[in-house]
């Protein structure tokens, strides 16, 4: 019983309504006899004293009276003190525990609060130093070995290329390139990404197809982190550098290629090779049935996902034109259908030259395909060889291509809306490589295997096929087919 929880009333006067039953001390409660019993009526006699008493409570003998006699009701009776006699020990270790638990946590808690409060100091750069008090983020240190070993000027030349698939030379070149496009400047929370840092941290990802956490211990930076920078470089790739070293040969530039490609393969007026591959993807959450590849997957026995990559070059293996993540349901020609060198042929853009492409492209005013239909004559066949072998150039390119960057051969983790970035840049990266003379490791090989389709109507011009006759009579009578029919 707590003296607190008594509300005493305004007049001191009368403190019967207290315990009503003291109005009434001879009424049979009918109760058994208790131990209490006796420590009871000694109480009752008390409050009956109390009552008895000088009226006038002002005094202080009689305020103390009162709450000696509170003191005495809430005390424990005989029995409850035996009790606690007898089970000293268990109260202690009570005791003991709590006060044990309560230090434990203080000293936790401390403890916790230290290392935070470390980690804020030292991030916080000193007011005199700056010239007033600065704002820092806290940001998680994490070790960064590797890249400073890398970055080094003593780092091997050899190791540089087996990690990036190029020379540091071709490395600070495409930094270089790109500064502005990814120079990001130092704020108040943290200091910015160098270029280098973030250039080397897409070129890994693209080179090895290493998981996103893989790369984040090997830089020293956060998961997704990482996987922003990969994709913010390959679309500063794709803007930057894309319409310097992917574009459609002018006038004069055609007619090297051309003579380049008639002192390879003895065929006349070819611009470029075509091709198509197809790159595995993780299924979308949209248009699924458009992206399924029906072709893989029953080669594979897995259900298989794909976009396509159509590309031409030329005779050195650089991309002069793509089209970039059409979904992979579709065929050759379809898609073909939907690219800029459809409508460069069908405006009569190309200047009279000729495209080559494999039986899964139509034949068409500036696009030479080989004959599919059976029985085919020995200048048929001849000619037929002559394209496989141009057209092999475009197949080598992506071979390359995805050979160099692994992370073509598997499925890609990344949107739909930011693969043609990804692609982009792969395709770009390739080209620079390529004219920068850089080696391919043999090591980096990529066997490449699409499954070839021919189109649905594999004739769209008239014009076309008597050009194209006229071409394999040509080879074959002047003796440009080699020496099988020669």
């Known amino acids: 019983m707590e003296i607190g929880s008594l509300t005493f009333p305004s007049s001191f006067e009368d403190y019967s309504h207290f315990f009503p039953e003291m109005e009434q001390p001879n009424v049979n409660t009918n109760k058994r006899n208790h131990p209490e019993d006796s420590s009871q009526s000694q109480l009752h006699n008390q409050w009956i004293d109390v009552k008895n008493t000088n009226d006038n409570f ?3 003998n009689s305020l103390n009276n009162f709450i000696n006699t509170l003191i005495q009701f809430d005390a424990p009776t ?7 006699q007898q089970s000293p ?3 202690m270790n009570n005791n003991s525990s709590f006060e044990i638990d309560f230090d434990l946590d203080e000293m936790l808690s401390s403890v916790r609060k230290k290392p935070r409060r470390d980690a804020q100091l030292a ?3 000193s007011s005199s130093a700056m010239g007033g008090p600065v704002r820092r983020l806290w940001v998680k240190e994490r070790p960064k070995d590797w890249w400073q070993k890398c970055s080094s000027p003593e780092f091997p030349e050899e190791e540089f290329r087996r990690c990036f698939r190029m020379s540091k030379a071709t490395f600070e070149f495409i930094c270089s390139e790109l500064e502005s496009a990814v120079t990001k400047k130092n704020t108040m929370l ?6 280098r840092q973030r250039v080397a941290v897409c070129i890994w990802r693209l080179a090895t197809g290493d998981p996103l956490r893989l790369v984040s211990k090997r830089f020293g930076l956060g998961i997704s982190t990482c996987h922003k920078l990969v994709l913010e470089v390959c679309a500063a790739i794709k803007k930057v550098l894309m319409p310097k070293f992917i574009t459609w040969p002018d006038e004069n530039k055609m007619n090297l290629i051309k003579q380049e490609f008639e002192g390879l393969f003895g065929m006349p007026n070819v611009g470029g090779s075509m091709y198509t591959t197809h790159i595995p993807i993780i299924a979308p959450k949209s248009n699924v049935n458009s992206y399924f590849n029906k072709r893989h997957t029953q080669r594979n026995q897995k259900t298989s996902y794909s976009v396509t990559v159509q590309g031409v070059v030329d005779t050195k293996g650089v991309f002069t034109d793509i089209f970039l993540g059409y979904p992979g349901s579709y065929n050759d020609d379809q898609v073909f259908e939907k690219s800029v ?3 460069r042929a069908m405006t ?4 009279d030259a000729w495209v080559v492409g494999n039986s899964g492209f139509p034949l068409m005013d500036g696009i030479l395909v080989p004959y599919t239909h059976q029985n085919l004559t020995w200048t048929q066949h001849a000619f037929n060889e002559k394209v496989e072998d141009i057209q092999k150039l475009c197949k080598d390119a992506f071979a390359k291509v995805k050979g160099r960057w692994s992370c073509l051969q598997k499925r890609i983790e990344v949107k739909i809306e930011e693969l043609p970035g990804v692609l982009g840049a792969c395709c770009v990266l390739h080209n620079i490589c390529e004219m920068r003379n850089e080696k391919m490791d043999p090591a980096w090989n990529f ?7 021919v189109a649905e109507n594999g004739v769209r011009s008239v014009a076309a096929v008597q050009a194209r006759d006229n071409i394999a009579h040509d080879l074959l009578h002047r003796g440009r087919v080699g020496n099988t029919f020669s």
């Open 58 to 60: 002002n005094d202080t």
């Open 78 to 84: 005989p029995q409850q003190q035996q009790q606690q």
């Open 89 to 91: 020990t268990t109260t």
């Open 123 to 125: 991030a916080t750069p």
């Open 190 to 195: 943290r200091d910015a990404i160098p270029v």
């Open 341 to 343: 060198m459809f409508q």
């Open 348 to 351: 009569g853009n190309l200047k």
């Open 447 to 453: 066997e490449l295997f699409d499954d070839e389709m």
